[in-house]
């Protein structure tokens, strides 16, 4: 079923705004939910996943339904942060453009409150506040509660999981008992449904969507690299996506910092949002996140909670939250209002299973990809320096005056020389930094290796030797340091290397472009101490079945 929003009922001024927001039709969840609210006076319990556009779902109702004329408070919205506060009121004055004289006032913590008060005292048909504010402004007498109409506990889920609770029950007790409650949440933990039936009246309950899981515009994609090259593989995936506009998720404050500061001492855009900023800064930091004046933005899950920015692109999880369900969260901050986003993972072997986990969390397959290469990096690179040329508005007229200056130069150089070196100013510093850029992709196996341009690199056939090692993850072996004793043992890097395999107290792997005698002949070297012992195989028949599970083999089979 499709709708529009001409067939929702709303006030034309309402709209008329969301025409010009370039709300198209309603998404699922307002599609349910506005007719509900349009008509009636029973209590909703709305579930959706985040993104789904449940601010506009109760706002444009509540605001059709609002009489200006009439002073007093009219509908109190409740949500867990100050963040969220003061987007849900940007979002409702916006929907409020062309309706006259509806008032709607922000009330949160973490602000003086003198200037909430006097704000209040002015008038408020629509308060938005957070819990803890809101009952010290209902303690001081300066909220006047008696003739609201319409409660909103949006996002309950967080409010509780934030110890609202008992705030939360102080409020709901002094509005009046004919209210209407209108719950949104993206979860339906007990606590939330306890609090809907003790302050609910028999609440309608729609469910847009599967209950907990992550929104189908997502797409979750995964590198595994070594723990030292985490850094220099986020760099490869954010320089792969030249217009990316990203939130980057750290486990902790100072790594938050530290990833940061490398990217902006790298010349990244990007600022952090953790604890320990001031109010201001956070403003500040978020301001320009919001406005795109900041490309990415590195955060902790606490920090970035409430931030409401719409149409990133990706989401990066630098390091995993120590929580699974905590990822959707992180991921449903992209691939919002039916527009493509992805959630990246980067994870180090050890960390490989908990993609699994995270499968099963988010009920997605999660894609593996290899970090790009130097080479596919520089590709991107200039496919968007290229794409920036061909869509620049030329100002004709500003331009004219230095045409002549312009053909000169051209008269000096031939145009593809001109060219070259445009793009080279531009392009210089990703030429020169992955000019020897190392593969940063933990697992290297044999057929998955591509050239830049993404096609398989094709193998001869019969060429490759399977070679048996006696040492493996007993002695601490991983594949990178088998790659290290193969070169050595072939005294350079003389062998192109195929599958390699690492079990508990031997590894394998293939070897091709030179005599396998080189490699068994000879002294070896040794590794923590212990000699070095190659053997080669007869022949192909003879060398271990693939496992797919090995220690440090390849990727385990998706389940
Ligand atoms: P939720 O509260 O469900 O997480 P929001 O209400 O914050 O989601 O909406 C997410 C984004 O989708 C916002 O940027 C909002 O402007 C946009 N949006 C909401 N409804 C529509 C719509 N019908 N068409 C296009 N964009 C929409
Ligand atoms: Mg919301």
Redesign the pocket.
């Known amino acids: 079923m499709t709708m529009t929003?001409d067939e929702l009922g709303l006030a034309p001024g309402i709209r008329r705004a969301?025409t010009d927001?370039?709300?198209?039709?309603?998404?699922p969840?307002?599609m349910r939910v506005i007719p509900f609210l349009m008509t009636g006076d029973r209590d909703l319990v709305a579930l959706?996943?985040?993104?789904?556009?449940?601010?506009?779902?109760y706002?444009l109702p509540i605001l059709s339904r609002t009489d200006p004329a009439n002073r007093r408070t009219q509908t109190l919205v409740l949500c867990p942060t100050r963040e969220l506060c003061v987007?849900i009121t940007r979002?409702l004055l916006s929907f409020a453009t062309y309706t006259k004289g509806v008032s709607i006032q922000p009330v949160y913590g973490g602000a003086p409150i003198d200037a909430q008060m006097r704000a209040l005292e002015r008038g408020a048909h629509i308060i938005v506040a957070t819990p803890g504010r809101m009952l010290d402004m209902i303690r001081r007498g300066r909220a006047q509660l008696a003739h609201v109409q319409h409660v909103v506990l949006?996002?309950a889920d967080e409010m509780l999981k934030m110890g609202f609770q008992e705030d939360l029950e102080a409020i709901l007790k002094t509005v009046p008992k004919g209210v209407r409650t209108l719950l949104?949440s993206?979860t339906m933990p007990r606590q939330v449904a306890t609090l809907a039936g003790r302050y609910m009246n028999t609440p309608e309950e729609i469910t847009v969507g599967e209950r907990n899981a992550g929104s189908d515009m997502v797409s979750h994609e995964y590198y595994i690299v070594h723990a030292r090259d985490r850094y220099a593989a986020l760099k490869r995936i954010i320089d792969v996506y030249p217009t990316i506009y990203g939130l980057v998720f750290c486990r902790t404050r100072l790594e938050t910092h530290d990833v940061s500061t490398r990217l902006m001492e790298d010349g990244y855009n990007a600022d952090a949002l953790h604890g320990d900023l001031s109010q201001a800064q956070r403003d500040r930091v978020m301001g320009s996140f919001r406005t795109r004046h900041l490309q990415l933005l590195v955060a902790t899950d606490v920090a970035a909670r409430g931030l409401?920015v719409?149409?990133l692109t990706h989401v990066i999880n630098f390091s995993l939250p120590v929580d699974a369900a905590q990822y959707t969260h992180r991921s449903?901050r992209t691939g919002?209002?039916?527009k493509p986003g992805i959630s990246v993972v980067i994870v180090n072997m050890r960390e490989e299973h908990k993609i699994g986990v995270l499968e099963r969390v988010v009920k997605t397959r999660f894609e593996q990809k290899r970090v790009p290469s130097g080479r596919e990096v520089c590709a991107a690179q200039l496919h968007a320096l290229l794409e920036r040329v061909k869509q620049v508005d030329v100002d004709e007229a500003a331009i004219l005056p230095y045409l002549a200056q312009m053909g000169a130069l051209l008269a000096e150089l031939p145009a593809t020389e001109v060219l070259k070196r445009f793009v080279s100013l531009e392009f210089n510093r990703f030429l020169a930094y992955y000019k020897d850029a190392a593969d940063l992709n933990a697992t290297r196996l044999a057929g998955t290796e591509r050239s830049p341009r993404g096609q398989p690199r094709e193998r001869k056939p019969g060429q490759m030797t399977g070679f048996i090692v006696n040492l493996g993850v007993r002695n601490g072996l991983t594949p990178g340091d088998l790659i290290g004793l193969i070169n050595r043992a072939s005294r350079g890097p003389i062998f192109d290397i195929g599958r390699i395999q690492i079990d508990h107290d031997r590894s394998y792997f293939e070897a091709s472009g030179a005599d396998p005698r080189i490699l068994t002949a000879g002294s070896l070297p040794s590794y923590k101490g212990r000699p070095m012992q190659i053997r080669a195989f007869e022949s192909e028949r003879t060398a271990p079945p693939p496992k797919r599970h090995g220690a440090h083999g390849g990727k385990p089979p998706m389940r």
């Open positions: 929003f969301i927001l370039g709300f198209e039709k309603p998404t969840v307002q959706a996943q985040t993104g789904t556009g449940k601010t506009a779902a706002g987007q979002d949006d996002e949104f993206a409401d719409s149409d449903g919002r209002a039916g």
